[in-house]
């Protein structure tokens, strides 16, 4: 008997010491949780460091963009393999006074603008000027033209098709051919491009950002911009290279230097406050930049600060 209640008596001491190894087992775990150092998250989009090859014994070029309510102009220092660099570039110069029709008046300011461009070293012969064919209908623009056709000028009127094309040839690196994709969000239209595999341009056109002036929904907008991402291969959707006004106002919302290439985040939620802030046209523009995200699945968008059009426009015509 005595020996059956030590052994019972051993057996409440084991299972009492064990318990209490157990609990010291449990803080000790639970205290080594509480010092390890917690991983913090953070909302910092990956740098896009590439560094684009500069121009050898290259040439100063300039190109002026007309539009109804200012001048866009560029100038460019570019090369015979068509490296190029931004040397000045100027927006929404207004040069001409709305309701401005007195031709002798606009002439004058034409020269003067034109001088400008010169004096920085570039031949006349070597500024052109261009013309969207939405922005071509305008009087103010007829009038310009016209003018500058009086003193030696052409001015280039391009198709949304040859915009897109011309987006690509400035903004799009030539490694990222086969794997990457071109969009311009304008306010008129959106310009998506790509290259072919024989390297012919593919451009395609759809909503501008300013479609809720033409009452436009933007169920209608988001399905539309859909179907003509569609068409982009799914090979070419790896990078989205951006560029355009509502893009402009989303990588200003993040840049944190003077880079030249800024990522986008591809949460769409990351821009709510700046499409508050800055109104109809940058919610519109969002909400194109969505369906193109969210059709194509692009995991890299990056905007290129430097790159336009009209440089596009400006590379096709160095021989």
Avoid at 115 to 125: D, F, L, M, R, S
Avoid at 162 to 182: C, D, H, I, M, W
Wanted: with cysteine.
């Amino acid at each position: 008997m005595k020996k059956i209640a030590l052994l019972a008596i051993a057996i409440v001491l084991s299972v009492s010491l064990f318990s209490c190894k157990s609990e010291e087992k449990k803080e000790e775990v639970k205290q080594q949780e509480l010092e390890k150092p917690q991983e913090v998250k953070s909302n910092k989009i990956a740098k896009f460091n590439l560094q684009p090859v500069k121009p050898v014994n290259g040439k100063l070029k300039g190109v002026v963009e007309l539009g109804a309510s200012g001048f866009n102009s560029f100038i460019i220092n570019v090369d015979k393999d068509l490296n190029w660099e931004v040397k000045k570039k100027e927006f929404g110069a207004s040069l001409i006074a709305e309701g401005m029709t007195n031709t002798r008046e606009v002439n004058t300011k034409l020269k003067e603008y034109i001088q400008g461009i010169v004096e920085y070293g570039v031949a006349p012969k070597d500024i052109h000027f261009v013309v969207s064919s939405g922005a071509a209908k305008e009087d103010i623009t007829k009038i310009v033209s016209k003018e500058l056709k009086n003193i030696g000028y052409i001015v280039n009127t391009v198709t949304p098709e040859q915009e897109g094309q011309y987006a690509l040839k400035s903004v799009l690196p030539k490694r990222f051919n086969s794997t990457a994709f071109v969009v311009d969000i304008g306010s008129g239209n959106t310009k998506i491009s790509y290259l072919e595999k024989d390297n012919s341009v593919v451009a395609l056109e759809s909503h501008g950002a300013k479609y809720f002036q033409k009452n436009t929904t933007d169920a209608k907008v988001y399905d539309d911009i859909k179907a003509t991402v569609t068409k982009v291969p799914s090979g070419k959707t790896l990078q989205c290279f951006i560029i355009g006004g509502v893009p402009y106002k989303l990588a200003k919302s993040v840049r944190e230097g003077k880079e030249r290439y800024t990522v986008l985040s591809t949460n769409i939620g990351d821009f709510d406050k700046v499409a508050e802030e800055e109104g109809k046209k940058v919610k519109c523009g969002l909400n194109i930049y969505k369906a193109i995200q969210e059709q194509t699945g692009v995991k890299k968008v990056i905007f290129d600060w430097d790159a336009n059009f009209t440089i596009g426009f400006l590379l096709s015509e160095t021989k």
